[in-house]
């Protein structure tokens, strides 16, 4: 979705909104732009299609001594095409002003743009906005801190924006009603404004995370919040982020995406930290968190989320349903958000968001709340809207995640699932003296900290793992289609593995539960089409192997995952990627229940599709059409 950067200090403008940008970049955007002010109020606009290397010579080129404050935007085309003329920021007059979101009445507000005698330059419902805050402060004769104010009520939808004035050249009005706003201000710099936080953490790690209906004025002085509705002023809290801004770098790795598939072992370690009191191999308590009681007190636990992370609440139903009696059901967030779901005494509603900002689940969070059924939600990013919306909050600790494809954040949250299957189940089995239920979810805590070791080894450049993901990719990439398939814990993880190739690759490819093969898609199956089969040695896996034949007999090229000493997947693959992990050990015991072997096929799977994407040479961590957190419908 698009980024806003707005800057008002004493340092030089331009490079700080150029950098804020590139921070944003992650987000995904088709064209960029840069409004510079100087302290006599002259402001020069720079905008281009594309990338935002396109603007950045024009912007240095300035002598930026003369400028004092300035605005940037990333635009995710929603109203108009890519091009120069509808990048942001728009100009009206003295009014320069970047927008995010979506104006719902701009055919309104467009009639009334040309009954008063003015043609808006671009097909934007953005520059729209410019003319209305115009419009109010000619007819009131007021400033542009009460002309914004006046403005914002008058456009319906969620919209967030940015606005300076040549008239009042010290000063940025920003106001939220939907798209997250985050400001930052120390005396030495000034203040920043910006979509996330991550361009603000260059320069300061407290920040001041906007609420809907905030409204703000940035002054190289100081920031000053207020109820953009009733004009009174509001105090917003500090609140002080823990990632660094070195943790949003490359580090080296040749994508963002590459450099998070690796950080893994690190985030579940990190994830796992924050949530056992020590490092003892017993059995652990959560931290003091209300959404435990919540969860207890459960009788029905509905998951609602998007994409990837809906992919993590499908895994999620597989552990609650293992170690607890709970009933689960795991929803898209778009679909239950319309439907007439029923609610039942005891059910409770859980979300699931790496961003904390998509739209669809943050509209379900709102509506359950309305009916006063309890809301838990599990989000990466503190602060964000839907952290604030549920009533418990469960963070993970992935920490930033910039390409736009989830990796690590995806493993980060089917790890607070499973820990939060465990927990509850523990709870149940000491309750009823459940003795067996209890050493099995003991091991089950014991052992997720013996992942980080195992999936170290699967990401090992030059390991056996990781070499027979590059043969696999480099030997299908070419392939028709790919379908992925697999059963219980697998079959999430078949829909994920195919996203991601879909998201990064843009090859056509489809996740199947192994078992509704023979319901339609084996008619697809012939020579040219290639199937990943996810089959680690569980209750499971002779129905794999099963369809693995079926898939074999009609010509398709097969690429197995599986235990590393599973011979006869070995030998019925044409490539087979071994998990760095035996199914038995010595004494008969498996290495790792098979509960736990998805935070190993995961990450597999991610690299699987980023060496696909490395061949062909896609944008690998702003994949084409796509935007890293979706805040609009
Ligand atoms: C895929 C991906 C998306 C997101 C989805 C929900 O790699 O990242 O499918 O999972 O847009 O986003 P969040 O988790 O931020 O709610």
Redesign the pocket.
Known sequence: MCGIVGYVGQHAVGPILLKGLKRLEYRGYDSSGVALFDEGGRSETFKAAGKIAAIEPMVLAKDQTLFHGGIGHTRWATHGAPNTTNAHPHRVKDLVLVHNGIIENYREIQKLVYARGYKPVSETDSELFAFLVMFEMEEHKIDLIEGVRRAFPKIHGSSSVVIMSEKQPGLIVAVRNGSPLVAGWNKEFGAIVASDAQPILDHTNKVYYLENGDMIVCQKSGIQFFDAYSGKPVERKEVTIDWSADRLDKNGYAHYMLKEIHEQPRTILDTLHAYFEDQTHRPFEFAKNAGIDQLSAAQRLSII?????WHAGLLGRYWFERYTHLPVDTDLASEFRYRNSHFTPGQVVMG????G??AD?LAVLQDVNKNKVPTLAITNVKGSTISREAKSIFYTYAGPEIG???TKAFTAQMLMLVLLAGRLGRDLAVNDSQGKKMIEIDRLYRELFEVPHYLSMALETGGSTANAVKKAAQDTLHSKAFFFIGRGYSFPLALEGA??LK?IAYVHAEGYAAGELKHGPIAMLEPGVTVIVIAPKDIWYDKTVSNLQEVKARGAKIVAVGHADDKTLASMADHFIPLPLQSKKPDGQSTLDESLTPFLISPILQLLSYEIALSKGTDIDQPRNLAK??TVE
Do not use: D, F, Y
């Open positions: 989320a998007c994409g990837t992370s699931i968001s790496q961003s900002e998509t689940t736009v494809a989830s996203l991601k998201e957190s979706v």
